[in-house]
């Protein structure tokens, strides 16, 4: 046995524990696709999809992506350098319009365009201030940057979600240049950020802020443009990446800044020069997706939020605690793995999907269920997965009061 399979042994300890107790709760196989599915023959209505607005299995997006796929087939075997197609360039260019910015580049997947604006952008000049619940296409990107002889920047972490902390760093870097990196709302803990301040203080400090809103957009804002809208600092926030693995219900990822950001990014990012262009099927979705935010946005996202409002104040009445969350993202607290992973399971032979998030995607003791509401979920789907909730937080002393401490062997 060599060392890498020793080594594998090792660190598949609890992968193997989890396996032996029936409770390995990740790799589930769906066998169709959208948030009413199938495993193992079952039924199952997926509430850790985030498929925000129910609109991946639309019959617009699928004959969208068949013509698409006569037109082009799935792939065009090559990188966006000598596979670049009239539509990535038109839903790039319709993208810049829609959320108000001067230029839009696609990339393969939302990870793909955070790491290549990062890399393309910081150097020995650069300080990178990051949020410390950084997702990890943010943390990869500097940890990339800043690996590169001759160009690494200096690293920062603020206080999660602090202006405060923000300003002390900015205050006290020691290069000239600075990128603050952040999320609009946090996938693990459903809080927005608190982007309005932050905006404010980058501009004091002369920093650029680059702003993920993977999980905004669709959701947040009138017209589904995000949390730039919803605050109302269109011109503001000078970068933003956006996800169609989300809202848009495909793979793939968008930035979006000034001319000359986007060009530099274009012929200098690894991440965009050494990667298959995005096939024009998904292209194609993301376009219909589109089309449909343009003319129906507003009523949508509304739809979205009634169903939202409606799940947080039945969670909150039966005594559930759901963190920081303020948005549709709204993780059930468990607080400890065992009753997490017990609670999924029941839940999912139930025919209900929520994903356990442990250590180490959270730190021990914030371990949780992973509850996403969308617009596609059916009152008879809340409704549902909200009794199962009760019957099985009494069953495991989840509920606010009931803790009687780790659940033992």
């Avoid at 793909?112 to 300080?127: N, R, Y």
């Avoid at 956006?242 to 012929?267: C, D, N, R, Y």
């Avoid at 793995?337 to 021990?364: D, N, Q």
């Avoid at 997965?385 to 495991?396: P, R, S």
Wanted: with cysteine.
């Amino acid at each position: 046995m060599s060392w890498i399979d020793e080594k594998a042994h090792l660190e598949l300890a609890r992968i193997r524990e989890a396996r032996e107790k029936q409770v390995y709760p990740y790799f589930r196989e769906f066998e169709t696709g959208g948030l009413h599915t199938t495993i193992a023959g079952k039924p199952v209505t997926n509430f850790s999809s985030n498929d925000y607005l129910g609109l991946t299995n639309h019959p617009r997006v699928k004959e969208a992506a068949h013509k698409a796929i006569d037109k082009y087939a799935c792939g065009l075997s090559s990188s966006r350098v000598q596979a670049t197609t009239v539509e990535h360039v038109d839903l790039e260019r319709r993208l810049a319009k829609f959320f108000g910015f001067e230029k839009c580049l696609t990339f393969t997947t939302g990870y793909q365009a955070m790491l290549g604006l990062i890399a393309a952008s910081a150097d020995k000049e650069t300080t990178l201030v990051l949020d410390s619940f950084s997702h990890a296409c943010i943390l990869d990107g500097t940890f990339l940057a800043a690996g590169v002889p001759g160009r690494a920047p200096e690293v920062r972490f603020f206080n999660h979600n602090s202006a405060k902390s923000l300003e002390r760093i900015l205050k006290t870097r020691e290069r000239k240049n600075a990128l603050v990196l952040v999320e609009g709302v946090y996938s693990l803990d459903g809080d927005r950020a608190n982007l309005t301040e932050f905006v404010e203080i980058c501009d004091r400090y002369d920093a650029v802020l680059a702003v993920d809103d993977a999980h905004g957009t669709g959701t947040l804002g009138e017209h589904g443009k995000g949390l730039i809208e919803e605050l109302g600092l269109h011109g503001r926030v000078p970068i933003l990446m956006t996800a169609f693995s989300k809202t848009f219900g495909g793979i793939g990822g968008a930035l979006l800044a000034s001319t000359e950001v986007i060009e530099m990014v274009q012929h200098a990012a690894r991440s965009f020069l050494f990667s298959a262009s995005l096939p024009v099927p998904v292209v194609a979705a993301v376009s219909t997706i589109l089309d449909m935010l343009e003319t129906s946005g507003p009523e949508m996202v509304r739809e979205l939020h009634q169903k939202r409002d409606y799940m947080r104040g039945k969670l909150l009445e039966a005594g559930f605690e759901l963190g920081t969350s303020t948005t549709h993202i709204m993780p059930v607290m468990c607080r400890d793995e065992r009753k997490t992973l017990f609670m999924h399971v029941a839940m999912l032979e139930c025919g209900v999907l929520m994903v356990p998030i442990t250590y180490p995607g959270v730190k021990p003791g914030e371990e949780r269920l992973r509850v996403n509401v969308t617009r596609g979920h059916t009152q008879e789907d809340m409704d549902t997965a909200l009794e199962l909730l009760k019957t099985y937080g009494e069953a495991f002393f989840v509920l606010s009061g009931e803790d009687i401490g780790p659940m033992e062997d």
